[in-house]
């Protein structure tokens, strides 16, 4: 089965970039979305087909996706941007949706 | 206003039924395809099923197939699934989850129920 990979977490200071990123084989041919979950709550699609981004999302989030990796990059972070972030694909090849395992944004 | 809300959730034995159904509205049901993603207590999503806007194609991960049941009555604007012999590893929170086109193929989901719990357990 296809497999998504995060980092665990991902740490970063106020008002400086944050990278997520989501490895999978050949991942670039593939359409690549990032969801925003917040504890206790539904999550919220961020950015779908790679780069493009959700309504109501900050210009600040942006996706790109290249060969292997598709990466969700926020820029100026905000504490109201710690969550865990999601990617997550359609496989063809199963026939199924993958998810990522997830990765912790921890704003410091 | 697109909402999306579950019911059905509740305590199971393993090896019991339950069903679950997600009313939508605020968007034109048939138009989307729908599908169930769950959430283990403190792990990640786990994507279960999905139907086309037509309900004439459905899918299943492989964790489920064979066991559980996607439909949808888009003259009642519901998505309904069937879980037969639940095991102790399906208890989480399910989501219903609207798709952004109307295939499940390449799917996003852009919306979101709040979600309904279900335990399973003796």
């Known amino acids: 089965s296809y497999v998504l990979t995060q980092p665990p977490s991902v740490s970063v200071a106020p008002g400086h970039t944050a990278t997520v990123s989501c490895t999978g084989s050949?991942?670039?041919?593939?359409?690549v979305h990032w969801y925003r979950q917040k504890p206790g709550r539904a999550p919220v699609l961020v950015v779908n087909?790679?780069?493009d981004r959700s309504s109501g999302i900050p210009e600040r989030f942006s996706g790109s996706n290249s060969g292997n990796t598709a990466t969700l990059t926020i820029n100026r972070v905000e504490a109201g941007d710690e969550a865990d972030y999601y990617c997550?694909?359609?496989?063809?090849?199963?026939?199924?949706?993958?998810f990522g395992g997830g990765t912790k944004l921890t704003v410091l | 206003e697109v909402q999306l809300l579950e019911s059905g959730g509740a305590v199971v034995q393993p090896g019991g039924s339950l069903k679950l159904s997600c009313a939508a509205s605020?968007?034109?049901?048939?138009?989307?395809?729908m599908s169930w993603v769950r959430q283990a207590p403190g792990k990640g999503l786990e994507w279960v099923a999905g139907?086309?806007?037509?309900?004439?194609?459905?899918y299943y991960a492989d964790s489920v197939k064979g066991r559980f049941t996607i439909s949808r009555d888009n003259s009642k604007n519901t998505l309904v699934l069937q879980m037969d012999s639940l095991r102790a590893d399906d208890a989480a929170v399910y989501y219903c989850?609207?798709?952004?086109?109307?295939?499940?193929?390449?799917?996003?989901?852009?919306?979101w129920g709040q979600g309904t719990r279900v335990t399973v357990s003796s």
């Open positions: 087909d790679d780069d």
């Open positions: 989850a609207k798709g952004h086109i109307v295939v499940v193929t390449g799917i996003a989901f852009d919306f």
């Open positions: 997550q694909v359609w496989d063809s090849r199963t026939g199924g949706v993958v």
């Open positions: 050949n991942i670039e041919n593939k359409g």
């Open positions: 605020g968007f034109t049901f048939s138009d989307y395809a």
């Open positions: 139907i086309s806007g037509t309900g004439g194609t459905t």
